[in-house]
Structures are given as C-alpha cells and as structure tokens.
C-alpha cells in the first residue's frame, strides 16, 4: 500500500492567491491523497471563491466559537476546509494544520502557505529522497527565477556559505540535494514520525519564527534533511528594507511593520534564550539595540524592548495590541 500524502495550506485574506496554489497542487504528477485548507477567519470571501471553484460545498458559519470543519471531494481528491474562528497567524495557522492531518492519519504532510506554486512534478520530486524524513524544494523567486525566494546558508568546510541563487545552491548541493539544509513551511515534506517525536509547532508565536523553531526542535531529535533542486517551487521574494548606516559598516535588515516587527523579536528571543543561551541572547540584543540608536529608530527600539520583556518572561497575545 502506497504512503498517504495531505497538503496542508494556511490561508489569509488572498484568496485568488490561494486558488492559483490549490490549483497547482491539483496538477501534481505525483497525485495528493487530500489538501487540508485552514482559513485563518478570512474576511476577502474566501469561503464564497472556494466554494465557486468547487472546493467546499458549502458556506461555513461565520459567527462560530470554534473552528469549524468541513470534508468535500474535488476531482478524487479529498479537500478538508477548516475555518478559524479568529486569525491565529500563520503559527497558529500550521499547528491547527499540522494537528488535524496528523489526527487523520496521513503519512506525508505538504505544508505551505498561499502564496506559493508547485511546479507539476514538484512533490514527486520530493519524493525521491524520502529517505530523508523532512525534505523541501527549491524556493525560486517568482519575479526573478534566477534568485532565491527566501534565502539562507550552510555550514561547509568550517565557515557559512551564503545561498543567495540558484547558482549558490548548485555550488553547495551533492548529486542535486543540500543535505542538512531545508525550508521550513514553504513547500516543505514532513514525515509522520517527525511530528510524532516533536509534535507541532508552536502556535503562540502568531506569525515570524515558527519555522525557526520547529527546525531546531526538528534537528535536535536528530532527523535530517534535504533540498532536492529538481522539485522547484515558487513564491514571492522576501521583502525587508536592508539600510546601511555609518557609511556601510552597519547592515542592518528593517522590519517597518510593527507587528511583524514585534512578533520577530519576540519569538527570536525566546529561541535565542532556550536553544542558544543568554551569552548568545545578550549579544544580539547589545548588536540590535546599537543598530537602532545608530539609526535612531525610537519607535523600533520601544517595540522590541516590549517584544524581548514579553520573550524572556514566555507572555503570549500580546501581538493583538498591533493588529490593526
């Protein structure tokens, strides 16, 4: 009998977006066994569109107390809506995702935002390395495919090698793979026995860091992973203003909205106390602070001097004072 494989897509007044993924998830070569929505309390007409496009049958209530849960089938493929009876972030948005298709008892959970496309042998080529019990594509920039969507480095030869490109990755990757290095959440391939073993991510972070720590928890438990750069996936490119102040000798990347600003700070805190220890803590909160008195950003250094009380003191909900 074959694995099981879920999609589980966290969705947020973007409807049109969300339609051009599910409709990229329908085209896989490798045909999904379900796709499991959750709608972070949408207020686009989310449900009206999914419901044209014959994803659900049904308008879901909208005044409900709880998440509510639906199942319908669309050309053989089982689609499970949940609808959230209030906007848990992205966080929130995974766990209850990641919950549900787990509850359910699928082997192989797909997990993604919106905002992303598979190309049409995307999870099939993911799938070639299940060996690996996390594995993620290759996250191309949608405007630029020469570039990478979200970027990041590896550790090789005793220094950090920036992944900026596809060329970078190439130069890094083995027989086609990275091996050690993934995405977490766009796109990425998880195994049913990572989340037996370390459980969901952590929903109290809202949105900015959620990826971060389920990695860390994820490699701490000693399950490895993969980038295969034959499975391409595309996604908008990450958008921070990057300023350079004394003449360049400070980079310094800018977060201008102060709810993402506020939950980045917090919830990196709070990783950065548990998995790193307060030496490394300290230091980049001296190299933060100093960034915005040299850019003499007051209003950022209030915010994230609340965002790192609320982090070392693990107070949760207060990203609801910057939700506008």
């Known amino acids: 009998m074959s ?22 998830l329908e085209e896989q070569s490798r045909t999904l066994d ?26 879901p209530p909208m005044d409900s107390l709880e998440p509510y849960e639906s199942a319908s089938n669309k050309n053989q493929l089982t689609i499970h809506y949940v609808r959230m009876h209030n906007n848990a972030g992205g966080a929130g948005g995974f766990h209850e995702g990641l919950k549900r298709a787990y509850g359910k008892g699928y082997d192989w959970f797909w997990l993604m935002d919106d905002d992303g496309i598979a190309s049409p042998n995307c999870l099939e080529m993911l799938l070639t390395k ?5 594995v993620g594509p290759l996250i191309m920039n949608n405007e630029n495919q020469a570039e990478l969507a979200i970027q990041g480095s590896v550790y090789r030869n005793g220094k950090y090698i920036d992944i900026l490109t596809v060329d970078d990755a190439y130069k890094v990757s083995k027989d086609n793979i990275i091996s050690g290095y993934a995405v977490f959440f766009s796109g990425l391939l998880i195994n049913k026995d990572v989340v ?4 969901y991510p952590r929903k109290e972070f809202f949105i900015w860091g959620d990826e971060a720590e389920y990695s860390l928890r994820a490699f701490l438990n000693n399950f490895n992973a993969a980038t295969v750069l034959d499975a391409h996936y595309f996604h908008p490119p990450n958008r921070v203003i990057i300023k350079y102040p004394l003449k360049g000798l400070i980079g310094h990347s800018i977060i201008t909205n102060d709810l993402k600003s506020y939950c980045y700070h917090r919830n990196y805190f709070h990783i950065k106390k548990n998995y790193y220890g307060y030496k490394m803590t300290l230091l980049w909160i001296v190299s933060e602070t100093s960034r915005r008195l040299v850019l003499n950003d007051w209003k950022g250094l209030k915010i994230i001097l609340k965002a790192w009380r609320d982090g070392f003191l693990n107070k949760w909900g207060n990203e609801k004072n910057y939700i506008k």
């Open 3 to 24: 694995e099981t494989i879920c999609a589980v897509v966290v969705t947020y007044n973007r409807k049109e977006l969300l339609i051009e993924c599910l409709e990229s």
């Open 34 to 59: 379900a796709i499991l929505i959750i709608d972070n309390a949408s207020t686009d007409e989310t449900p009206e569109l999914l419901l044209k496009k014959g994803y659900i049958d049904n308008i």
């Open 130 to 134: 299940k060996q690996f019990p996390i």
């Open 196 to 199: 037996k073993k370390i459980g």
